[in-house]
């Protein structure tokens, strides 16, 4: 009872002391120390197994430097092994910032299943245990140690899960919104400018030191007036959209597209899908010191029963993938990588696959689905 007690008391030590070395969360701090103290422990039950393995009940003959070297050994690759396939996991989908008041339950978990049962089985050695029963205790201690890391990993992945499920359907709803608003507004511009168009051609038609003016105005609110057609109306909803926004930034817009295609998907994925994509390439190119590269390229074609979305853009600067996604740059953090994370799960909904490259100072984003009968 008293070592429980004391090494219990070590492990709250090691939680406060990352929380106030770290400035972390109390959950962060708890999930860290215990799973620190867990790896410590499964390495630890993995070397005593070592020991009795390889001298039998005579654990005492494994002296230096033997003993050293083989507990270089072992902890030294349960760590690295530990590092690989749970550290650099918990870093890359940053599970770190989770808070979670489970953390309390493992806390108690740790306490009595990893370091009470380690106590216990060095009392019951010390009591003349048999070598069997030892060995098959310190197996179980090893198993359940395990267990205890895997259950920390998948409650915070979970949660994540479920944190990033809920901020998706925020921005759906978001962009649900702002397609209705997009809609209203490009109808509302193109029926104004369509009017404004005519009654400029036909005060230019009466000539006068005017003229030149006027028909420069009609060519600039052509611009506004000009709307994409591409057989699917929320596709010309949102290349209208983005392509207003890239004559406003010097950037061109070029687009061919059969969005009869794409009858199959939703307005809301339509819209997502092309809005995120769109917004991207913008962010991108609207970078370049060079305006000759400030172009964006559209396709959208059908291939027998498939259809392919492809779009292209220059970008400057080196990105970095994790999980087949590249890393936002976006200083808004609590969107962060959630626009390619929802144009993958549009794919994923329709069967369809969604991969992104960039490579030579080009990018490219490809989504291929199949077309239902």
């Not at 010309?236 to 794409?262: F, N, P, Y």
């Amino acid at each position: 009872m008293h070592q429980l007690l004391f090494f219990t008391t070590l492990l709250a030590g090691m939680t406060a002391m990352v929380s106030i070395s770290r400035s972390a969360s109390v959950w962060t701090s708890l999930f860290c120390s215990t799973a620190a103290y867990t790896a410590q422990n499964i390495s630890s039950s993995a070397m005593s197994l070592v020991r009795l393995t390889a001298l039998g009940s005579d654990v005492s003959t494994f002296a230096e430097p033997l003993n050293t070297i083989a507990s270089i050994m072992v902890f030294g690759s349960l760590y690295a092994l530990f590092y690989l396939l749970f550290v650099r996991r918990v870093q890359q989908e940053s599970l770190l910032a989770i808070k979670d008041p489970q953390m309390l339950l493992l806390f108690a978990v740790v306490s009595l299943g990893v370091i009470g049962f380690d106590v216990l089985i060095k009392s019951l050695m010390y009591g003349g245990v048999g070598f069997v029963q030892t060995v098959l205790l310190r197996l179980v201690h090893l198993l359940v140690c395990v267990f205890v890391l895997f259950s920390e990993y998948q409650i915070l992945y979970e949660q994540k899960s479920r944190a990033d499920a809920a901020v998706l359907e925020r921005i759906l709803a978001e962009r649900a919104h702002q397609y209705e608003e997009s809609r209203q507004n490009i109808d509302a511009i193109n029926v104004k400018c369509h009017d404004i168009r005519h009654q400029i051609e036909l005060l230019a038609k009466d000539g006068g030191s005017g003229h030149d003016a006027l028909a420069s105005l009609a060519e600039e609110v052509s611009i506004y007036d000009s709307h994409v057609r591409t057989g699917n109306d929320v596709l010309d909803t949102v290349l209208s959209e983005k392509s207003l926004l890239c004559h406003r930034s010097g950037v061109t817009l070029s687009c061919i597209a059969d969005g009869s295609a794409l009858a199959h998907m939703s307005s809301m994925d339509i819209y997502s899908l092309f809005g995120n994509a769109l917004d991207n390439a913008l962010s991108a190119v609207r970078r370049l010191p060079d305006p000759e590269q400030r172009s964006i390229s559209v396709i959208v074609r059908r291939h027998g029963s498939m259809v392919s979305i492809h779009v292209e853009n220059r970008f400057e600067g080196h990105l970095v993938f994790e999980n087949g996604l590249p890393v936002t740059t976006n200083s808004d953090k609590e969107s962060h990588g959630f626009g390619t994370k929802s144009m993958r799960l549009v794919a994923q909904k329709y069967e369809g696959t969604l991969t992104m490259s960039a490579r030579n100072g080009l990018f490219q984003t490809d989504i291929i689905m199949p077309i239902p009968n």
